[in-house]
T-cell receptor, first 112, second 115 residues
Framework: EPEVTQTPSHQVTQMGQEVILRCVPI?????FYWYRQILGQKVEFLVS????????KSEIFDDQFSVERPDGSNFTLKIRSTKLEDSAMYFC??????????FGPGTRLTVT | KNQVEQSPQSLIILEGKNCTLQCNYTVSPFSNLRWYKQDTGRGPVSLTIMTFSENTKSNGRYTATLDADTKQSSLHITASQLSDSASYICVVTVILISGTYKYIFGTGTRLKVLA
């Protein structure tokens, strides 16, 4: 069965450093999403991406965040200058239609 | 404001027992509703998905119901197993004017099944 993959599984970084979280969506999917989940809290929408551009972003997705699909397969989330409060699980998801959304296993980001 | 509320927040049951989790939503325009199971530290995994015209959907021991009039859904778990211990998340899909989709997540119910 096709699956969404994410790397790394765990990233530890110092405050102020840049991090890039990587996702490989399912190959024929068209819509891509990033979510985050702070420990013990609910999943929060960050950004959606379609046709090589951002289609919607939440208030969380400020100028410190960016997304791109550099090579037609990988889908990346960059945080330019990490803050302590960026520590969370980051999930990538991809869909072909609203009836088929698949989540990746997540990247645990720890900012120290 | 688009919101999805779930209850109870947490639930403890004995193995073999049944349980029902609730989801109320105020989302418009509604496209579909999903229930996900999320094990600790893992990504959500879809259990069921229902459109507004569907009242019930089963997936093994999981049965979801939807009342689009009252904007309520439930997830019933039959004959619970230890492996059912997880968070269960209700997610409602909204189709935006742009044609893209937005997913509104509920707060989740944390289920613990005891031997």
């Amino acid at each position: 069965e096709p699956e969404v993959t994410q790397t790394p599984s765990h990233q530890v970084t110092q405050m102020g450093q840049e991090v890039i979280l990587r996702c490989v969506p399912i190959s024929n999917h068209l819509y891509f999403y990033w979510y985050r989940q702070i420990l013990g809290q609910k999943v929060e929408f960050l950004v959606s991406f379609y046709n090589n551009e951002i289609s919607e972003k939440s208030e969380i997705f400020d100028d410190q965040f960016s997304v791109e699909r550099p090579d037609g397969s990988n889908f990346t989330l960059k945080i330019r200058s990490t803050k302590l409060e960026d520590s969370a699980m980051y999930f990538c998801a991809s869909i072909l239609s609203p009836y088929e959304q698949y989540f990746g296993p997540g990247t645990r980001l720890t900012v120290t | 404001k688009n919101q999805v509320e779930q209850s109870p927040q947490s639930l403890i049951i004995l193995e073999g027992k049944n349980c029902t989790l609730q989801c109320n939503y105020t989302v418009s325009p509604f496209s579909n509703l999903r229930w996900y199971k999320q094990d600790t530290g893992r990504g959500p995994v879809s259990l069921t998905i229902m459109t507004f015209s569907e009242n019930t959907k089963s997936n093994g021991r999981y049965t979801a119901t939807l009342d689009a009039d009252t904007k309520q859904s439930s997830l019933h778990i039959t004959a619970s197993q230890l492996s059912d211990s997880a968070s269960y998340i209700c997610v409602v899909t909204v189709i935006l004017i742009s044609g893209t989709y937005k997913y509104i997540f509920g707060t989740g119910t944390r289920l613990k099944v005891l031997a």
